[in-house]
């Protein structure tokens, strides 16, 4: 946001951030005499109505078909906020808050904070988000992965309790130039190791961005399209439960966009992911398939778990075969502070054999040569490090397991080069292949001072992994520009919100071309 526009919102906004430091509220939904600025976002049918202090919407056809409204929020401001929801219509739905922000024009979303509301309850969801550089804001609720259903929310509040940034005292933004005929970052390390981005399906259906994607990258992984909560049909699995209690239901649709660019296009793929303690459905665990019933035995889960892994690699091998070069077999398994196998439905219902028999699984169903993978983050800290070591040399021993994927969300403040290497270096030693599965890195603004610094420690971390290029099988970013980024306020990638490259572009670029 140029400075003059700042000032601007600032002078606008003073009333409200002197407010701040009294009483932390800014907003706080009133639905007594109307709708109160809220309205169904690309409405489709939706139609919103207010009773009893709060706000319905009903008749919407896609998510997004959902309760959102304008805030104008200062980018650099720490925003908590609450919400509650109440839907009548399922046992239970998950809701989530996210944001639409738009620069120049252009849209993107993050997801800040998620519930399960079930039937008839009330149900608080709350977060924080801190504003990134965007003109417009509209903070909406919507379900996810849940049939179209009626719903209320109440109680919308919007607080800054740290009061809000002065934007006279922002540094100024760096001006980024577009670039003609850009070098393409495949090219240059062709010889080292593939080179590619995380895509969402929704991307994957404009020309344009993919174009783009195509000239820089040669391999992708979807997003969010291949989780569970995408992949596993729960409608269906209900209905074939009551015949089969280890019965699953698949579908791709959410992944197909990518998977059709990818084929079509001659992108290779890597698959995103088998078993995560995130984003699956709790009643993936439950006796048919229905919310609040008790747990299936470790039995019914192991075979859901076969079912559910021979399904998609049996998908896979009829529509895209030979598309999927590997896997992310389990995702995130480590608990942080402990370096123990973390508490999840999947530990609870399975035992800690989950990760060994998911291995097995997809080494039987996977086509010969697709990579099988074990994928964390945070490997540079010595705690999850060790925990991370443990599990691989586990893994190492059934003999299933072909690599480990290092996600990589970084900040230029932390972890260190030393211990990104020292983690790179002591991970290599197992002598598995390896992958940085979603490499980003977050700055605290888009000032010239704050791009130099996180160029400087991306192109140290590419010299690092070529030095490695013979165990490294591919290096993926987590996003292709800063505000499609999960972490878009913090400018965390290598081209701006117009595609243009930063000097993180630069550095990743010379880092192979300097060779
Ligand atoms: O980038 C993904 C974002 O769109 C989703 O909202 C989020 C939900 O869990 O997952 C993000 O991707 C995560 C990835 O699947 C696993 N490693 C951490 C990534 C960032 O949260």
């Avoid at 409200?16 to 509220?25: I, N, Q, V």
């Avoid at 077999?329 to 942080?336: G, T």
């Avoid at 599990?391 to 003999?399: N, W, Y």
Wanted: hydrophobic share 45%.
């Amino acid at each position: 946001m140029r400075k003059w526009m700042a000032l601007l919102l600032a002078l606008a906004l003073g009333g409200l951030a002197a407010h701040a430091e009294a009483d932390p509220t800014l907003y706080l939904s009133d639905f007594s005499t109307g709708t109160d600025g809220w309205y169904a976002r690309s409405m489709g049918q939706a139609v919103v109505s207010v009773e009893d202090g709060a706000l319905r919407i009903e008749g919407w056809t896609n998510d997004w078909n959902s309760p959102g409204r304008d805030f104008d929020l200062i980018p650099g401001g720490r925003y908590d906020f609450s919400v509650q929801v109440r839907q009548n219509q399922a046992d239970a739905a998950s809701f989530m808050v996210s944001v639409a922000h738009t620069v120049d024009g252009a849209e993107s979303y993050e997801n800040l904070a998620f519930a399960e509301a079930k039937r008839g309850e009330w149900t608080e969801l709350s977060g924080t988000y801190v504003a990134g550089d965007f003109s417009r804001f509209v903070l909406y609720v919507e379900t996810t992965g849940a049939p179209a259903l009626d719903f209320d929310i109440r109680d919308f509040r919007l607080a800054a309790p740290d009061g809000l940034p002065d934007p006279a005292s922002w540094p100024e933004p760096m001006a980024i130039e577009a670039v003609e005929d850009l070098p393409s970052l495949k090219a240059l390390y062709a010889d080292a190791f593939d080179i590619g981005t995380c895509a969402g399906g929704f991307m994957a259906m404009q020309d344009e961005p993919m174009a783009f994607v195509e000239s820089q990258f040669n391999i992708l992984t979807p997003e969010n399209e291949l989780k569970p909560d995408a992949v596993l049909d729960v409608g269906m699995s209900l209905v074939a439960a009551m015949e089969d209690e280890t019965a699953v239901a698949v579908r791709f649709n959410a992944a197909e966009p990518i998977l059709n660019y990818a084929r079509d296009h001659g992108l290779k793929v890597h698959g995103h992911v088998l078993v995560w303690h995130n984003q699956t459905p709790d009643v993936f665990f439950r006796e048919g398939y229905r919310s609040g019933a008790p747990l299936v035995s470790r039995e019914v889960m192991l075979a859901r778990l076969e079912n559910y892994i021979r399904q998609i690699m049996e998908y896979m091998e009829e529509h895209y075969p030979g598309l999927i070069v590997s896997w992310d077999v389990v995702n995130e398994a480590i608990d942080d502070s402990t370096g123990e196998l973390r508490d999840s439905m999947w530990l609870k219902v399975v035992g800690e054999d989950y990760l060994a028999r998911a291995f097995e699984f997809a080494r039987k169903y996977a086509p010969e040569g697709t990579l099988l993978y074990y994928n964390d983050y945070n490997t540079a800290y010595l705690n999850k490090q060790n925990g991370i070591v443990k599990l691989l040399e586990a893994l190492i021993a059934e003999g299933n397991i072909d690599g480990y994927g290092f996600q990589m969300h970084h900040a230029v403040a932390q972890p260190s080069l030393a211990q990104i290497t020292a983690s790179v270096e002591r991970i290599a030693r197992l002598g598995l292949r390896l992958r940085v599965s979603e490499l980003d890195i977050t700055v605290d603004d888009n000032s010239e001072d704050s791009f130099t610094r996180q160029a400087q420690l991306y192109g140290d971390i590419m010299r690092l992994l070529l030095a490695h290029a013979d165990q490294f099988e591919a290096v993926q970013f987590w996003g292709l520009t800063d505000n499609m980024s999960w972490r878009a306020s913090q400018y965390p990638l290598l081209f701006d919100a117009h595609r243009n490259p930063k000097p993180a572009f630069w550095a990743v670029a010379d880092a192979a071309a300097e060779r």
